[in-house]
């Protein structure tokens, strides 16, 4: 089997540049997940490593396949030294040991809530799935392993998670457009849902 976490980590650094601060947490029965913060400009951007060690596999399946099914890891950009955002590793190594815990698949246009604020006094309890392939490249593995894809994580209000589970994630999305909503704004308000 091939370690695939130093490539993971190799397309996130040429992505992203050098990582300027990780950490590592470790949950009981699951391998270690850490989180690796890029700082460019006013942005910061977070992003999990060890999610995509092993394939998400279907939860109702009997046995989990240890070579096919897909793998991710998630990324998180918001504005920097506007809130305390650091303190988002944990929920967010969470987020990327739910494929084991929960045996979640995380696909684009899922929602994953972590019940409590993102980080202090953040107004998101929850994220957004969005497509991958725009800020860090799918990174291609060797058959029949399917590739390693870097989904960007949208945090949502709970008003905004809710309207989504009735209209879709699409429908959400192309609100945030219509109202030029900043995705990257730690404290922003909830885009008005009427």
């Not at 953040?122 to 860090?136: D, Q």
């Not at 949502?156 to 905004?160: A, D, G, I, S």
């Given at each position: 089997m091939v370690d695939v976490l130093p490539l993971v980590e190799a397309r996130l650094t040429t992505a992203l540049g050098a990582a300027d601060a990780r950490a590592a947490v470790t949950f009981l029965g699951t391998d270690r997940v850490e989180v690796l913060r890029f700082t460019e400009g006013d942005?910061?951007?977070?992003?999990?490593?060890g999610m995509s060690a092993h394939p998400m596999t279907d939860p109702t399946a009997l046995v989990a396949d240890p070579v096919k099914?897909?793998?991710?890891?998630?990324v998180l950009s918001v504005r920097a030294g506007v809130a305390d955002t650091d303190?988002?590793?944990?929920?967010?190594?969470?987020?990327?040991?739910?494929?084991?815990?929960?045996?979640?698949?995380?696909?684009p246009g899922s929602s994953l809530d972590v019940g409590e604020p993102l980080w202090p006094g953040?107004?998101?309890?929850?994220?957004?799935?969005?497509?991958?392939?725009?800020?860090?490249?799918?990174?291609?593995l060797d058959a029949p392993l399917e590739p390693v894809r870097f989904l960007p994580l949208l945090p949502?209000?709970?008003?905004?998670a809710a309207w989504k589970r009735v209209?879709?994630?699409?429908?959400?999305?192309?609100?945030w457009l219509t109202h030029g909503t900043d995705l990257r704004d730690p404290v922003r308000r909830s885009v008005p849902l009427e």
């Open positions: 942005v910061v951007r977070y992003a999990t490593l099914g897909p793998r991710a890891e998630l303190k988002v590793l944990r929920p967010l190594a969470v987020l990327a040991a739910s494929p084991q815990v929960e045996g979640l698949v995380v696909a953040a107004p998101f309890t929850s994220v957004l799935v969005g497509e991958g392939g725009g800020l860090v490249e799918d990174l291609e949502m209000t709970p008003n905004e209209h879709g994630a699409q429908a959400l999305q192309e609100r």
